[in-house]
């Protein structure tokens, strides 16, 4: 009996119908349109000869202005009742998980259809069908637990979230004391896994000591989901069927200035604490995911926070000159003003520590090829390609003296 759910890790709940042609019409109707927010995660199980099955994903019902709650803030109601759909996207990014199988498949037969905002994927067999490659709550905790057996690491449970969950920093000291500290954290808008996916590669191939010299020298502290809650209970099953646990009123890239976050209130009481311990840091990277920039592929940088000199716009200018000339993940020149009012990430903590900041938008759907100069859809394993080039450039970055 041919059977589709969202009730796994990573799933997210949607409206599903068997149509009378025998396809699956897939609803997801926890997210909002327009913003950060949209995935869908379907699993289809069944026997062998009820394949192949044609899958339809439709994107979400709008929001509409009386469907945003009363406090939300403004620009929260905005992205929800936003007129965007990045159907037409979705035939760069959808994978798949076959059942049984350890790696997710970039689904290379995914049908657009824009005028009726659907995509169509025909199913060789049982799996779960993603509109993007997750990174669950069971690879988090496994990430945090390898990384407490780990000599090379200290993890620090540095807050706890709404619901009480511990938010953790893993700490992988250099071989040179002197060496400035990069951060890197992630997660803090549910739905953007690609940041996490990097974080668990970097933790591991540091760890592994796989990396270069110069990027072993220096220390590394990583935050691998600052929304906890929100990687725990994804877009909403956890809580209740047709619930949006995570739909926050206000955006926490928006909050640092004020902390009313308790996730981000941890963030800030840890940054502190460690430059109060007399910790030097040099560099932070905060990794997020756009969605339809189809002019930006691979990363794309912020290139300062809100009223930085000039001398400071040239430094971060010059860092993600370095990154493009040392990694092949996306074309130059991506890089632009992050115009927040001072109350983004990057804009505290270069107040706080006068180092480098930059908001990293990971695209899910495109990636530039360095070496056809062009874009080319995304596949599963490209965050990965990233790290193995990332690290070390960092690593050369500091070494040069760019501090
Ligand atoms: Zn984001």
Not at 86 to 106: A, D, K, M, N, S
Not at 152 to 166: F, T, Y
């Amino acid at each position: 009996m041919l059977e589709v759910d969202y009730l796994f890790d990573g799933g997210t709940p949607c409206d599903v119908e068997r149509r009378r042609d025998g396809s699956i019409f897939c609803r997801p109707f926890s997210t909002v349109s327009g913003t950060q927010h949209f995935a869908c995660g379907v699993r289809v199980s069944g026997d062998a000869d009820e394949f192949p099955v044609k899958l339809t994903v439709a994107w979400p019902r709008r929001w509409r202005g009386e469907d945003v709650p009363v406090g939300f803030e403004p620009e929260i109601a905005r992205r929800m009742t936003a007129p965007d759909s990045f159907v037409r996207v979705l035939h760069r990014c959808c994978v798949f998980l076959p059942r049984g199988g350890e790696r997710w498949e970039r689904l290379i037969n995914v049908g657009v259809d824009e005028g009726s905002e659907t995509a169509s994927v025909v199913l060789s067999g049982p799996g779960v069908v993603a509109t993007q490659r997750p990174y669950t709550w069971a690879e988090h905790r496994s990430l945090i637990g390898w990384a407490r057996e780990q000599p090379a690491c200290v993890v620090d449970e540095i807050g706890r979230s709404r619901e009480g969950l511990p938010i953790h920093a893993v700490t992988i000291a250099g071989s040179d004391a002197r060496a400035p500290t990069v951060w890197v954290q992630a997660y803090q808008h549910v739905t953007e896994y690609t940041g996490p996916i990097v974080i668990d590669a970097m933790a591991r191939r540091l760890a592994a000591r796989e990396a270069s010299e110069a990027a072993s020298r220096l220390t590394w502290q990583f935050v691998p989901a600052v929304d906890i809650g929100g990687l725990r209970y994804g877009v909403g099953y956890h809580v209740g069927p047709r619930s949006s646990a995570c739909v926050r009123d206000r955006n926490p890239n928006r909050d640092w200035h004020e902390g009313t976050w308790p996730e981000v209130a941890a963030v800030r009481s840890f940054i502190e604490a460690e430059l109060e311990a007399g910790r030097r840091y040099g560099l932070a990277l905060d990794l997020h995911n756009g969605w339809d920039r189809a002019h930006t592929s691979g990363a794309c940088y912020t290139v300062h926070p809100d009223s930085a000199g000039v001398d400071y716009v040239n430094r971060q200018r010059s860092f993600v000159d370095w990154m493009y000339d040392h990694t092949d993940h996306t074309e130059p020149g991506q890089y632009w003003q992050h115009d927040t009012a001072g109350r983004s990430f990057t804009s505290y903590f270069a107040q706080l520590t006068g180092a480098l900041a930059h908001t990293v938008e990971f695209s899910r759907h495109l990636w530039w090829e360095r070496a056809s100069r062009s874009y080319r859809p995304i596949e599963p394993t490209d965050p990965e390609r990233f790290v193995a080039q990332a690290v070390d450039a960092i690593g050369g970055y500091f070494d040069r003296s760019h501090v």
